[in-house]
């Protein structure tokens, strides 16, 4: 039967394959980030067909503990312990001792935000601004993607065609010591749902991995508009931190 052959799904044989592979990789007999045995091997093991392994290392995938590389599958690096908020994804993950990724989906450009783009982030119609969309993680993993929205107005061409050429440039302190404006107020939706087609693709995830998406409004002490995002991280290799007072007992 560990040949692979078709046979009809059996919910309590994945389940047992499930548990028993979350058990090991738990306690580290994969190593950190070890590739584990072949699936004809674990059929094999288990008693069990190629297709029964093969779902419950698309579980395991999706909730996080593991990755694929080619062919085979390995333990995921452990979850990254991130702010919600930062001005450098890149500076961050350097801290971490890791090599940060950040490369530009798009150029940057100046555009006129759509009436439904105005609506989501609940800014004017019509405002023209400076598009950025980026995806940004580590040299072997991408971790999220943001697109980025700056009134074009504090940004200007100077700032736009640095941007193009740096795409780990912080725009946002860099308009904070020309003009003094930051966000200081910050506005924020976060959902969890599944992926879009372009979003598995990009961030290398299953149809039922989990991400976590948040809508940004950043404003200025003076209500001034700085910046507007929208962030999708892949929720399962990413723990977001938040650290604010209350003035609530």
Same mark, same amino acid.
């Given at each position: 039967?560990?040949?692979? #052959? ?5 919910? %309590? ?9 979350? !058990?090991?990789?738990?306690?580290? #007999? /994969? ?9 004809? !091997? ?8 190629? #297709? ?9 995938? +999706? $909730? ?22 930062? %001005? =450098? ?22 555009? @006129?935000? =759509?009436? $439904? ?15 950025? @969309?980026?995806? *940004? ?5 991408? /971790? ?5 929205? /700056? ?9 736009? *065609? ?9 725009? @946002?302190?860099?308009?904070? +010591? ?9 506005? #924020? ?18 149809? !039922? ?18 910046? &507007? =995002? ?7 290799? &990413? $723990?977001? @931190?938040?650290? /604010? ?5």
């Amino acid at each position: 039967m560990y040949r692979g #052959e078709a046979v009809p799904h059996n919910p %309590e044989k994945v389940n047992r394959v499930l548990d028993e592979l979350r !058990q090991r990789i738990k306690n580290g #007999e /994969y190593g950190r980030s070890g590739r584990l045995p072949s699936r004809l !091997q674990f059929a094999k093991e288990f008693g069990t067909s190629a #297709e029964t392994i093969n779902k419950a290392i698309n579980v395991l995938r +999706a $909730e996080g503990l593991l990755v694929a590389q080619g062919r085979s599958v390995a333990v995921s690096p452990p979850p990254i312990r991130v702010p919600g908020m930062m %001005e =450098s994804f890149a500076r961050y993950v350097r801290g971490l001792g890791l090599e940060p990724m950040v490369e530009y989906l798009d150029e940057p450009e100046r555009i @006129t935000l =759509s009436s $439904e783009e105005a609506s989501i982030f609940g800014v004017p119609e019509g405002m023209e601004v400076v598009r950025r @969309t980026r995806r *940004q993680g580590t040299k072997t993993q991408p /971790y999220r993607l943001i697109e980025s929205f /700056y009134p074009w107005e504090i940004v200007g061409d100077e700032l736009l *065609q640095r941007m193009k050429i740096e795409p780990e440039f912080v725009l @946002t302190e860099e308009i904070k +010591a020309r003009t003094g404006l930051y966000h200081t107020q910050i506005h #924020e939706r976060v959902i969890a749902r599944y992926p879009t087609a372009s979003e598995r693709d990009l961030l290398r995830l299953l149809n !039922q991995a989990p991400i976590l998406e948040i809508m940004r409004v950043g404003r200025a002490s003076n209500g001034t508009i700085i910046l &507007c =995002s929208k962030i999708v991280w892949n929720g399962s290799l &990413c $723990e977001l @931190t938040y650290d /604010y007072s209350s003035t609530q007992d």
